[in-house]
């Protein structure tokens, strides 16, 4: 038999090693396969039963790799050697499927604090969902909103984002409101069209089942049998947050998701979402879920980019500290 493996969102070199190192050794453990490596795909020449073993366990890699952005020698080794039912025990199964996207493909919890956002979005009612960008926070909570959608746990997905530009002005593009507004939106759009088939999407969008909406078309509202998430939650000021969060009606699901160290209002200090998990972080069915660099699932530089960006920040609020106890200290 013959069959195709295609390696979405791999880096083949550190997927395969340097002159595919760690793809020969896969090849040496599967000796009765021909296993023959093309660009971003993996073909497999081979008899049925033994093609079988190596799909289960090549996917249970690609779920490791996708995890910690890295591929050893040691886990390949540790990784093949393992029978499937073990490695299905330590979390690697299909228990960590949160739904079934576009041609049958499976969106799951890829790392341990995706996997307790989809557990505190299960006991609890309003979620804070914070951390770095690529560490699947949105998408997580949309692929959420998705399976209780299909699911009929609710009636209504609701997307939003507070219309604070990054360094641009909305006011220069072209086209009306919505024409406008829709490239800011364009990540919700993207994330729902890999889990749901376009033209069933396009039906959601236009009989108002599935809305993508700025923040500011929120207000007056109430949301009741509904998931609603709010992405970049960093960007409200403390009164729309509030007026946010004060939607909720009855069977619905909150979870407001935000990077802390991209805040784009002209004050950090303004920031809804930090004075809310401050004021908030003690009310019952309310959780705050803190994602960080080793739950980035983007290309492995991220990572490096991130830690990078921490340690400058860290560096300078050292200085500012510093400098505040000199003053203390010459006012003495």
Same mark, same amino acid.
């Given at each position: 038999?013959?069959?195709? +493996? ?32 093309? !660009? ?50 330590? !979390? ?5 499927? +949160?739904?079934?996207? #576009? ?38 909570? +949309? ?7 299909? #699911? ?18 909305? !006011? ?52 009741? #049998? ?24 009855? #069977? ?41 660099? !080793? ?38």
């Amino acid at each position: 038999m013959e069959k195709q +493996i295609y390696l979405e969102g791999v880096d083949p070199l550190e997927f395969f090693g340097i002159n595919d190192a760690k793809m020969d050794l896969i090849k040496s453990l599967f000796p009765k396969i021909k296993i023959t490596a093309r !660009g971003h795909s993996l073909f497999l020449l081979g008899e049925e039963k033994e093609l079988k073993i190596f799909e289960k366990k090549f996917a249970l890699l690609l779920d490791h790799y996708f995890q910690f952005n890295v591929l050893t020698e040691e886990v390949i080794l540790q990784l093949f050697s393992t029978g499937i039912s073990a490695m299905e025990e330590n !979390g690697k199964g299909e228990k960590d499927i +949160i739904v079934f996207g #576009n041609s049958g493909k499976p969106v799951r919890a890829r790392t341990p604090n995706q996997r307790i956002l989809v557990e505190e979005t299960a006991n609890n009612d309003l979620i804070f969902a914070i951390g770095p960008a690529g560490t699947g926070k949105t998408y997580t909570a +949309i692929a959420l909103a998705v399976r209780a959608l299909k #699911n009929r746990e609710i009636k209504k997905i609701v997307l939003s984002r507070p219309a604070v530009e990054a360094g641009e002005n909305l !006011g220069f593009l072209p086209g009306d409101l919505k024409e406008k507004i829709d490239p800011y939106l364009q990540p919700l759009y993207d994330a729902l069209q890999d889990m749901i088939p376009p033209r069933k999407l396009e039906d959601f969008i236009k009989d108002g089942i599935i809305e993508i909406a700025p923040l500011a078309f929120m207000r007056g509202r109430t949301l009741s #049998n509904a998931f609603v998430i709010l992405d970049e939650a960093q960007n409200t000021t403390i009164n729309q947050l509030k007026m946010f969060l004060t939607r909720m009606g009855l #069977n619905t699901k909150f979870i407001i998701t935000g990077d802390t160290t991209q805040i784009d209002l002209p004050r950090r200090s303004q920031s809804g979402l930090i004075f809310a998990m401050r004021l908030l972080k003690s009310i019952e069915s309310i959780s705050i879920v803190l994602f960080n660099k !080793g739950d980035i699932v983007r290309h492995r530089l991220v990572r490096d980019i991130v830690a990078a960006y921490e340690k400058y920040y860290d560096e300078q609020a050292e200085k500012e500290e510093q400098g505040d106890k000199n003053k203390r200290d010459q006012m003495e």
